[in-house]
């Protein structure tokens, strides 16, 4: 690949000005797309907000400086969103979620610190990897249909997320497939700005409230371990390993850099000491997102000081109540929809994954991908007062349930007979 600049080039003044408001355009779009999750009064969802953003601009800049020195734009991770969705779906205790968070993240740590990792690539072969990614897509679908579709909401504010889901979804699909450079990876941006224009000139925009900061509520309120939490986010987290995993070597990869063991480890370990730092915090854990080798592709540009000002900018944003207000006073349809879209882009990158692993190769191979994603959807969708409390988190979460039945799949119940040898000896 022809690149302007190679991951350690020192930048123009102008050049890396222009570059370091694309990645932190797009890293707004990347962790304002997750500030719904937040509990509480207006005044607590603007400080989770802050709290939010200030974790994804520290891990970012310490990433492009000592973790794995790449240009790769760090953002909330969707798997952990989708584990607290369920947990609260399921009336888990917030102190508890983001307990079982922190621990994820001292399991990530520790994980990177040995060859685990080495021994989990081998257990996440090709298939499990696109199945997971599907359950991601599959079990996100109900927080996106009550996002475009708001409880209590007015019959126009329906229709509206029903016309922007249709229009909008396809407008994106058109924009990604037509602009070029720079402009390509804006598409998520132009979707919340368009998008926010048009809701706000129909309908009325919310008063400003300030945040609810205090040292007092910067950390969760004490410690909770909740058993069935934590076997339900040490799924997640063996996913959230697996993406961080394939984020970095993808990269790594593309640009043929060199020490790419060592810059693995060091992006892991950084990754699960940010995340026992969120869960302290009580927020979603940070991710290496996987779209950074289409924005380079796309620019050019792959070094790793563009992101370094657009890191800092993140946290400087933090700081100010009213400023990271105006950053998340996204609507909830428009949010909705944008997930429906980068949902769709995930699938057809599963699809994509599924031929060119040549993953399917049998009816017998289409059963360990399919019934994985309709269980997840059962266990998604059914009743809440089934399960018995104990164990309610864990099965409540669909991608969680998912994941077990992919790996008994793969690995036990519909594992490949190993090839006969005719005893000859060539």
């Not at 070029?180 to 979707?191: D, R």
């Not at 040549?358 to 266990?379: E, H, K, N, Y």
């Amino acid at each position: 690949m022809k690149l302007k600049y190679n991951i350690d080039d020192r930048l123009p003044l102008s050049d890396l000005l222009l570059y370091a408001v694309q990645w932190f355009i797009l890293a707004v779009a990347v962790v304002a797309t997750s500030v719904f999750v937040a509990q509480g009064t207006p005044a607590d969802k603007l400080f989770y907000a802050q709290k939010l953003f200030a974790v994804m601009g520290i891990t970012g800049f310490v990433q492009v400086v000592w973790g794995h020195r790449l240009p790769i734009v760090v953002g909330p991770a969707a798997v952990l969103l989708v584990g607290v969705l369920s947990a609260l779906g399921s009336n888990a205790q917030s102190d508890a979620i983001y307990s079982s968070i922190a621990i994820g993240g001292v399991l990530i740590t520790l994980l990177s610190l040995g060859k685990a990792i080495t021994l989990l690539q081998r257990l996440f072969t090709p298939r499990i990897v696109v199945v997971i990614l599907m359950l991601i897509a599959f079990t996100l679908s109900p927080v996106i249909k009550n996002l475009i579709f708001p409880a209590g909401a007015s019959t126009s504010e329906h229709h509206f997320g029903l016309v922007f889901a249709i229009v909008g979804s396809l407008i994106m699909v058109v924009l990604n497939r037509k602009l070029k450079g720079v402009a390509k990876s804006l598409v998520i941006p132009i979707a919340l700005v368009a998008g926010s224009a048009i809701y706000y000139a129909l309908f009325p925009v919310a008063d400003f409230t300030p945040s609810a900061a205090s040292v007092d509520g910067l950390f969760i309120g004490e410690f909770t371990f909740d058993w069935s939490l934590v076997v339900a986010f040490v799924i997640c987290y063996i996913a959230l390993l697996i993406n961080d995993v394939g984020s970095i070597e993808s990269l790594g990869k593309m640009l043929q850099v060199q020490n790419m063991d060592r810059r693995l480890k060091r992006g892991i370990r950084l990754t699960g000491v940010a995340n026992i730092f969120a869960g302290s915090l009580g927020v979603l854990g940070p991710v290496n997102f996987s779209m950074s080798p289409g924005v380079i592709a796309s620019t050019g540009c792959a070094s790793r000081y563009a992101l370094i000002p657009a890191t800092l900018l993140l946290v400087g944003c933090s700081l100010s109540d009213r400023l990271i207000w105006i950053l998340t006073a996204i609507p909830n349809p428009v949010i909705g929809v944008i997930l429906l879209f980068l949902m769709g882009t995930q699938l057809a990158a599963s699809f994509e994954m599924l031929h060119s692993t040549r993953s399917v190769q049998s009816f017998s191979d289409g059963i360990t991908v399919g019934l994985p994603l309709m269980v997840a959807m059962l266990f998604q969708l059914m009743p809440g007062d089934i399960a018995p409390q104990v164990v309610k988190p864990l099965v409540s979460n669909g991608f969680a349930m998912g994941v077990i039945v992919v790996i008994l799949l793969e690995h036990v119940i519909n594992r490949a007979p190993k090839p006969k040898s005719d005893g000859k000896i060539s």
